[in-house]
């Protein structure tokens, strides 16, 4: 359950860390397979968009990692518009770096998107919810998201166990996940890996 005391746990390391987004990398993967790639991806992903899209985009993410927070509050309109238009599948997988706590959201998450809920609207509400509290200091976006999310309920957990398995299927693919957020972009027979909140360069991929 996502208490009140907890939400102010998440929100101070946001805010702590939020500056710092020194963990960037760009680079253009040669050698690399897409349909490997993307038969890593495991059944239990949140997709949006169509499946035949020109252009996909695998992104792991922690709802605790403040680069994912700047890297949502400042795209999360660019693709909904490229998934509305149908150039964008956008895979969500997860990367729990900040352990349970992060598990606890990414559950609630994935139940929303079996209940059919638009998890990415919801996770950027939450990602947004959190930037305005490093620069507002209220909590009321915060407390509004969570309570959202706490009102899903699923039998099925996502455990540990699944997401480890997931990160070996794409070690076996030639990617090793090393942090988030990482992007596996395939476009034009090319396949791009970003890692950390690179906006600028993202945005000049997917456009």
């Known amino acids: 359950m996502l208490k009140r005391p907890q939400i102010i746990i998440i929100v101070a390391i946001v805010v702590i860390v939020a500056g710092a987004l020194a963990y960037v ?4 993967s040669r050698g690399l397979d897409a349909s490997a790639i993307l038969g890593a991806v495991p059944d239990w992903a949140m997709e949006f968009g169509a499946r035949d899209a020109p252009m996909v985009a695998i992104e792991f993410y922690d709802p605790l990692c403040p680069y994912c927070a700047v890297l949502h509050y400042r795209l999360h309109d660019e693709f909904e518009r490229l998934i509305a238009e149908g150039r964008l599948r956008l895979v969500l997988l997860p990367l729990p770096v900040h352990g349970n706590s992060s598990l606890v959201i990414i559950d609630k998450l994935h139940c929303a998107y079996r209940h059919g809920v638009n998890a990415l609207h919801v996770l950027n509400m939450w ?16 407390l509004a998201v969570a309570k959202q999310l706490e009102s899903y309920r699923c039998n099925e957990t996502l455990a540990m166990d699944r997401i480890m398995s997931m990160l070996q299927s794409f070690e076996k693919a030639g990617i090793t996940i090393r942090g988030t957020p990482t992007l596996i972009v395939i476009k034009n027979d090319r396949i791009m890996v970003i890692e950390g909140a690179r906006v600028e360069a993202l945005k000049s991929i997917l456009t």
Do not use: C, F, Q, R
């Open 25 to 28: 990398a760009l680079t253009s």
């Open 127 to 142: 990602y947004s919810a959190l930037i305005k509290y490093a620069v507002n200091k209220t909590e009321d976006d915060i």
